[in-house]
């Protein structure tokens, strides 16, 4: 565990923070932390080369005030949070009566600089209960197995040096930091079978500026139980085969290894974190039968996985690697030079993760990652998805949703088998929440995205709807912008008309074809802004404005010069010959709803999404006839008219793709059961 939080603030009282030590202390972004900057809300003691600095007492305060609520901004429940950082995780495990216990240990604690130290005898304490609860060692009844165990009642045998590991660092204010703990350590545990106690208690006594800065989200008992049964159900683990989790955390994934890998010998784990190592170590302890205990320490490693492995290959290779991780500028450019899918530009922790997997994995193995969603589809992924296409086959993709508490993030779990074949796509089964199919045709798949979670017959409407001819792109043929971030609302939104304030739309305001505002008011003042486009974008003579989160494409048409927030963008087509309305009825359109869903399945609505839209080059007389009933979906009042001129024009725009009567019927199953975004 890193205390650094704490630690900075002890070892040194005269140091001074920069902005991102800062921001980490308060669990904020750097680019909030900017925000409060420009808003006065932080005062930095100085700038020293520009870059504003913190002193101790400054911090001080902030925290103080986060304390008494005195500030309205540290008053949410997420930053209050932060007064002692740290919260039960939930979702991690599911035997609720452990999951009780570990809130009332996080809700009685006392964060102080001692924290470390505390978590360690704490977890000491509950490996002990669960050794002995899981009899692997006897000891004689007692309400602190740790403090009988020192004043040496009793043996740990060949499970010692697991347990001191964790108490030996504390020195000799251990017995004294076991009686402040003594109602914590007081609750009784059993042990249960694959879940992990132990890591949930690490986990939620961990800062949570340290889980987000390192990217640790532990992964849910639900998600881990159901991919390694079903690689067990694939038979993926077979009597020789070794195993490692090259980020293995707790262990979590490897407990549950052990229903279907019967030698601890087979099984690996590594991770930069020493205290998440000791854990794995007691859960395998826990797990297995150990002979030998040093079994634990040859295969259970402290290391940066992405320096390297203590095997050079392994049969399987599992687990959930960090995303995002916050990697140093010197770091990146050690990392450029061993890892192909690295770029100085941006580098994505899973990425590597993948790369260094396939790399250990030895021909024919598997790989099984939970990875987020967005790596099937974004632009910045782009070299690690041509990285599997030449290694690997990718054997299964889950989708999950949103699995992680707290976190809106729609996840996937990836199996991959590394190959020195083509890529092919048959075979590949796909499982989503409403279906579960094999893909059995083979498909072209680029590395522009991996848009699998398509039936073979929808995959082939895609190919229809892509190889019209006379199509055209707004990439390069239109201007995009994004909506006002004022950086405070509440001081900038307003609920009444007053002097020099216009009407400003959310995305929310936002419907298909026109807008309508609710009552929020801004005076356009960009140069108070956090972040705004030029002004032409706001004032152009007509642009489309569409909702930037949402799981439809909303477009709607704006000739008043009207502002937006970021929760609605700007789209200013400019592709000759193709009138701006009539380009809206098509982006508005079923057929293009699909398209957009079965190719990006995403609830962002991206730029690099919307150029990629197939536009049919329409003649004049088609788009007259289109915008016509565009029109009339401007003006009218009818709800009635408007659905039917609706329909009207989605047959239009069918007819431009020459899509028949079957294939409308896949489209319209697609999509007509859900919201329409109609007004
Ligand atoms: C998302 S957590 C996964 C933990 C656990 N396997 C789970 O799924 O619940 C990511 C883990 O990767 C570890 N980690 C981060 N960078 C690492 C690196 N370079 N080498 C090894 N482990 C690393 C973190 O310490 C953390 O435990």
Known sequence: ???????????????????????????????????????????????????????????????????SGQDDKLKSRRNKKHVSGISTYKGYIEDEKSFQIVEKIVDSIKVDEQLEHKTNIIIAEYALKLLYSSKKIHCPDSDCFLLA??????????YQPLIQDLISPIGEILESLIEELSTILSYSVDYSRNQDFLGLLYISLTC???????????????????????????????????????????????????NYVKNVEQVFGQDTDITSVMITRINLALAFTIKDINVLYHNITVGDSLEGLPNNQYDIIIGNPPWGYAFTKDRIEELCKTYEVACPKGIESFSLFI?????????????????????????SHQQIRNFILNKAQIKKISYLGNVFSGVHCPSIVLLLQKSDLPFSTVGLEI????????????????????????????????????????LTYLKKQADFALGI????????????????AEIILRGSDLYKYRAIPSKDYIVYTPELFQQVAPTEFYRAEEKLLYRFICDRLVFAYDDQQSLSLNSGNILIPKIPGLHIKYILALLNSSIIQFYHT??????????????????????????????????????????????????????????????????????????????????
């Open 598 to 679: 079965k190719k990006f399945a995403s609830v962002k609505i991206l730029r690099s999404h919307i150029e990629q839209i197939p536009i049919p080059i329409a003649e004049a007389k088609t788009q007259e006839k289109i915008i016509k009933k565009v029109d009339g979906l401007l003006t009218s009042n009818s709800k009635d008219e408007i659905s039917s001129l609706y329909q009207e024009i989605d047959k239009d725009i069918f007819a431009l793709f020459d899509i028949d009567d079957r294939s409308i019927d896949i489209i319209m199953n697609e999509v007509s059961n859900k919201n329409n975004f109609l007004f």
């Open 485 to 500: 971030v004022t950086g405070d609302n509440k001081r900038f939104i307003l609920s009444e008309k007053s002097e020099g």
């Open 1 to 67: 565990m890193k205390v650094e939080q704490l630690s900075l603030f002890t070892k040194n009282p005269t140091k001074k923070f920069t902005l991102p030590e800062v921001c980490r202390l308060l669990s904020i972004s750097v680019a909030t932390g900017n925000n409060w900057i420009k808003l006065g809300k932080l005062k930095p003691d100085e700038f020293i080369q520009d870059k504003p600095m913190f002193t101790k007492t400054n911090i001080d305060t902030i925290l103080e005030q986060m304390k």
């Open 149 to 158: 165990y020192l004043q040496g009642k009793y043996s740990l045998g060949i």
């Open 431 to 470: 499982s989503t929440k409403d279906k579960i199919f094999t893909i059995q045709e083979s498909r072209k798949i680029s590395d522009q995205s991996f848009d699998f979670a398509i039936t073979d017959e929808e995959y082939s409407l895609i190919l229809q709807i892509e190889e019209q001819p006379h």
């Open 208 to 258: 949570i500026g340290e889980r987000k800065a390192t990217g640790s989200y532990y992964t849910p008992f639900s998600v881990v139980s159901s991919m390694i049964d079903d690689f067990g159900s694939k038979n993926i683990f077979s009597t020789n085969h070794t195993v490692i989790d090259p980020c293995c955390g707790t262990g979590n994934f490897l407990i549950y290894t052990s």
């Open 355 to 379: 790369e260094n997997a396939i790399k250990h994995c030895s021909l024919q193995g598997y790989i099984g990652f939970v990875l987020p969603e967005s790596m099937m589809n974004v632009r």
